[in-house]
């Protein structure tokens, strides 16, 4: 695989992110795209894409508004995590799925639209990734901030900084599985 690719695409999701972000003033920032890459969760739906990343923008939004969006160790999306989506440009479910409420949104053909260059360019980061890491044998899918999902098989997040003083909190056993590296100095990340 290129080592190329990860940056590539961390950097793609870190723009589609800005993008979102120019609507929606008080979502954060992305804190560490890279850590996006090669995870998945049943809870959340397992497709990186642009729809993936407007899920996670709602979360975003509701950690910086500190609205408890879900519970069952972030399994269940109840209705205001709904709320979030739904301000986003997001549909969903008349009624919730029995173990993970309302987590199954879709975009829609409005957002699509307000939004169409940005999926476009990430969508072609995306299939240079997939055939990237096709060559290696290895199937990667989406997951998000670990800390939300119980599928993770448990572990604590810790600190981990890089170079410039950036932190983020990580799994070990996910950091141990390939470095995750600073947008803003290059860095690998290290446990502190």
């Known amino acids: 695989m290129s080592t190329t690719q990860p940056l590539v695409l961390a950097a793609e999701l870190a723009a589609a992110w800005s993008d979102i972000q120019a609507f929606h003033q008080d ?22 894409g642009f729809e993936r990343l407007l ?86 899918a989406f997951r998000g901030p670990a800390a939300r999902h119980g599928s993770s098989g448990g572990g604590v997040r810790v600190k981990a900084v890089c170079g410039c003083g950036r932190n983020v909190r990580v799994v070990p056993s996910v950091l141990a599985q390939a470095s995750i590296v600073c947008g803003a100095c290059q860095q690998p990340f290290k446990i502190a």
């Open 55 to 140: 899920h996670e923008a709602a979360h975003g939004l509701a950690a910086a508004r500190d609205i408890r969006d879900t519970s069952r160790a972030g399994r269940y999306h109840n209705r205001r995590f709904l709320l979030l989506a739904s301000e986003l440009g997001l549909a969903h479910p008349v009624e919730p799925h029995a173990s993970s409420g309302f987590s199954q949104v879709t975009m829609l053909k409005e957002t699509r639209e307000r939004y169409a260059e940005t999926i476009e360019r990430l969508d072609r980061a995306l299939g240079a990734h997939q055939e990237a890491v096709a060559g290696d044998g290895a199937t990667r």
């Open 27 to 48: 979502l954060p920032d992305l804190a560490s795209p890279e850590a996006l890459i090669g995870e998945s969760s049943s809870a959340c739906g397992t497709r990186l």
